[in-house]
């Protein structure tokens, strides 16, 4: 049973990767064909292309979670053409840019690995996405297209913003700013990869029914996972302006993954729970969702 469970998620990954292979080709055409444009145009017309190849084929095999892996897959060919191709050739290509493409590489790494390792192949749909589908009906891929796949695109292209200015932009660097990115980027991946090594061992074996995870990192704050994910991209944010501050306005970005973990993600994560574990009410009152201490309400 569990040997024909593995042959079935390989072959499932086999297509998930072929469908990749092929939007990443899709979006490459576009980056030939709209050379010209600024950059940023650029990206931003491949990423549509690259979701909407994505999209099609969760409508063939009747599954949005085939567009999850995007998260994590998009942002590493964002990040090389900015670094080889828009990246002045005088310039070259530094220890310095070789460092955070490394680091870009590592977090999506990680984050596709945990992605597969969770996943249970193409008859597996994401929790949130089956309850559109009973919510919304006939409309469901309309709102599959709009808030499943093309918003978290839109979400990722903003935070791939600061990596033009981290990557592609010659210039000297600030010590300062620089070393920051380097701890928040190294906290983000660190927090990730801990508490989710910490939920996988609760989830395969110290899980009870109705138990919540309270140990760990999640016993100081309610989604350490998201935390790291945030932390991420206000690291690259940091590298950006490391270079010019007047790339400020990159801050778009994290700021856009900072409200959409905080005031969508969370919400709808806790609101399951609250559903299905015996105790999550209290934990959610004793531990914070994402800073590992409360601020004091003022007395009137």
């Not at 390989?10 to 080709?25: E, K, N, P």
């Not at 796949?149 to 981290?166: E, S």
């Not at 939920?199 to 990192?217: C, S």
Request: glycine content about 8%.
């Amino acid at each position: 049973m569990n040997e024909n469970r593995t042959r079935r998620k390989a072959f499932d990954l086999a297509r998930i990767t072929f469908v990749y292979m092929a939007a990443g080709a899709a979006a490459w055409l576009c980056v030939s064909r709209y050379s010209h444009l600024h950059p940023f145009l650029v990206v931003g017309i491949a990423d549509i292309a690259a979701t909407v190849f994505v999209f099609l084929f969760s409508m063939i095999f009747n599954n949005s979670s085939v567009y999850d892996p995007y998260w994590s897959a998009a942002p590493v060919p964002i990040a090389l053409y900015f670094i080889l191709a828009v990246r002045p050739a005088e310039a070259g290509i530094g220890l310095r840019q070789v460092v955070i493409l490394m680091l870009i590489l590592i977090w999506a790494a990680r984050l596709t690995w945990n992605w597969i390792r969770r996943w249970e192949g193409m008859r597996h749909e994401d929790w949130r996405y089956a309850n559109f589908r009973n919510r919304f009906g006939n409309l469901y891929w309309l709102v599959s297209f709009a808030g499943i796949h093309f918003f978290p695109t839109l979400m990722v292209y903003l935070g791939c913003l600061t990596m033009l200015p981290a990557l592609g932009v010659a210039g000297e660097a600030s010590t300062l700013l620089d070393a920051a990115g380097y701890i928040v980027v190294l906290t983000a991946i660190g927090l990730e990869t801990v508490s989710d090594r910490q939920m996988q061992r609760f989830l395969t074996g110290d899980r009870q029914q109705g138990k919540v995870l309270d140990r760990g990192l999640w016993g100081v704050m309610r989604h350490p996972n998201y935390l790291g994910e945030i932390l991420f991209w206000w690291g690259m944010w940091l590298f950006a302006i490391s270079v010019d501050s007047g790339w400020w306005w990159t801050v778009a970005g994290p700021v856009a993954m900072t409200l959409m973990f905080s005031l969508v993600s969370v919400p709808m994560m806790e609101k399951r729970l609250l559903k299905r574990r015996e105790g999550y009410a209290q934990y959610r009152e004793e531990v914070p969702a994402l800073l590992p201490f409360r601020f004091k309400k003022r007395d009137d």
